[in-house]
């Protein structure tokens, strides 16, 4: 995760809105299913009297110990646990999970895989830990991290046997801090047994050496697809906040990370592969920090104290790799923001010889930032790994007291295939649509962020934010805001 971001009509109010979307048409229900789910963020000191028996117990015990009643004083201990670490929302309870899980079995239970885009921890763990325990280990700290991520991964494979399971990491899955990470770490190797168990025969020994080193890997997707390879990235490495465990920035481990990843591409492309990207955090612009500054300030001239967007990569390296790759990726996964989004990363203009590559950033369990509890089901080509539709599952509150479809896609947008040519179709409408007054432009804004009405949003900040849908570069960002280009 991010950011405790405020729901779109406050963007607005902000000045400067976050937007992007596209498009797919009638859903394809004989196609294999995929489940699509991210941030999950399990908070295992919702109960802070359960803390020590989570500490001492295996993660076999750990159901036992979540469901059994809430201590008397619950509320009132997690409230001043709250206060002490700044949270200003709730994260996943153990009641969520199990309403979460209990509607993917309902609406999801054919799906023949299932995406986890990272951040399973959550957020202000490192502060909570300290206030429950002030004189717990560093060692404790690790095994209660380890222990959360193995339990949800248990979950998950408890909920959908017969599906292979595959996780990216998030900034928040560490064993030190929030965008903290060592390379080569015992941690890593712990998880990385956790990740690798998920997917069976699919996890190799050159993946759970490269997820041991990095927390990244590839491996060729099992059936029903068919010659694609999976290239997970830990993009925590190249966060602008990244620092190793010790509170060093460190430019090495995204550096060698990038060069790994063009080798990936490159023997994919040369296996005649089809690929799909997944990470945590999007490259491009972040639209909740942009909207903070203003329009003003984002088009103010170069070289101005903030001036310019606020981008969620240290570089734009992983976007333009991706972009130069869209002849080989078919599918790119990433998540962070908890809204439900889409891009479009291009290297040129999409003329002759320039590619493009499609972006689903999946939207959240946690209600933390404001939003309802989402998950996606896809039905996807798996002869050309084309995502063809989806379908969002939303819960009627941050509780999850129940659960329904909120759209399909192709019905939302009136296009089939997540391709970019249908993205730039769907793009393209909205930008000629310069008030958001048609039909898609209104399904975006509705959908965006789950359990939010309907809203309309002043035109320039809706013109804005499209154009954030392609301009993953700041300099082609504010050409676009500001009216420059």
Not at 34 to 61: E, W, Y
Not at 365 to 372: D, E, K, R, S, V
Request: net charge negative; charged share 15%.
């Amino acid at each position: 995760m991010m950011f405790a971001a405020p729901k779109l009509r406050v963007l607005a109010a902000l000045s400067f809105g976050l937007l992007m979307a596209c498009g797919v048409a009638h859903a394809q229900s004989a196609l294999p299913q995929a489940l699509m789910i991210s941030d999950i963020h399990l908070d295992p000191f919702h109960d802070p009297a359960k803390v020590s028996q989570l500490m001492a117990a295996p993660v076999s015990g750990w159901e036992a110990i979540l469901a059994s009643p809430d201590s008397p004083a619950q509320a009132q201990d997690f409230a001043a646990l709250k206060t002490i670490c700044k949270q200003k929302a709730d994260d996943t309870s153990y009641a969520l999970l199990v309403s979460s899980l209990h509607a993917i079995q309902q609406n999801a239970a054919g799906v023949r895989f299932v995406t986890i885009s990272g951040d399973l921890i959550a957020h202000d763990l490192p502060c909570k830990f300290k206030a429950i325990l002030p004189r717990g280990t560093q060692a404790q700290y690790e095994s209660l991290v380890e222990k959360t991520i193995e339990f949800q991964a248990r979950a998950i494979e408890k909920t959908l046997p017969h599906a292979v399971v595959y996780f990216s990491l998030g900034n928040n899955d560490s064993n030190c801090d929030d965008y903290k990470l060592d390379t080569d770490s015992a941690f890593l190797k712990t998880v990385g047994g956790v990740v690798g168990r998920g997917m069976g025969s699919a996890w190799t020994p050159a993946a759970a050496a490269s997820f041991a080193h990095g927390g990244y890997y590839s491996v060729t997707m099992s059936a029903p697809m068919r010659h694609t390879r999976l290239i997970v990235v830990n993009d925590i490495f190249l966060a602008p906040k990244y620092e190793s465990c010790a509170n060093k920035p460190d430019d090495a481990p995204g550096a060698a990370q990038m060069d790994w990843l063009a080798k990936q591409l490159n023997a994919a492309r040369r296996l005649h592969q089809h690929v799909w990207v997944m990470g945590h955090i999007p490259p491009g612009v972040n639209p909740y920090a942009t909207a903070r500054k203003g329009l003003f300030k984002v088009c103010a001239p170069a070289g101005t104290d903030g001036a310019g967007p606020t981008m969620f990569m240290a570089n734009e390296s992983l976007g333009d790799t991706l972009a130069k790759n869209g002849d080989t990726i078919q599918m790119t996964i990433f998540a962070h923001t908890h809204a439900d989004e889409m891009r479009l990363y291009s290297a040129g203009d999409a003329g002759a010889g320039d590619t493009a590559v499609a972006v689903k950033l999946v939207p959240s369990i946690t209600p933390y930032n404001g939003n309802n509890p989402s998950f996606t089901v896809a039905q996807v080509n798996t002869a050309t790994a084309v995502m063809e539709d989806y379908t969002v599952f939303t819960a009627s509150d941050a509780q999850g007291s129940s659960w329904a479809k909120e759209y399909t896609f192709s019905e939302a947008y009136g296009h089939t295939g997540f391709t970019p040519a249908t993205l730039r179709l769907v793009i393209d409408g909205f930008r000629a649509d310069t008030e958001d007054e048609a039909p898609a432009s209104q399904a975006y804004l509705h959908y965006y962020e789950a359990g939010e009405p309907p809203i309309k949003l002043p035109g320039l900040v809706w013109r804005a934010g499209v154009c954030a849908l392609t301009n993953e570069h700041a300099a082609d960002y504010v050409g676009c805001a500001c009216g420059s280009k």
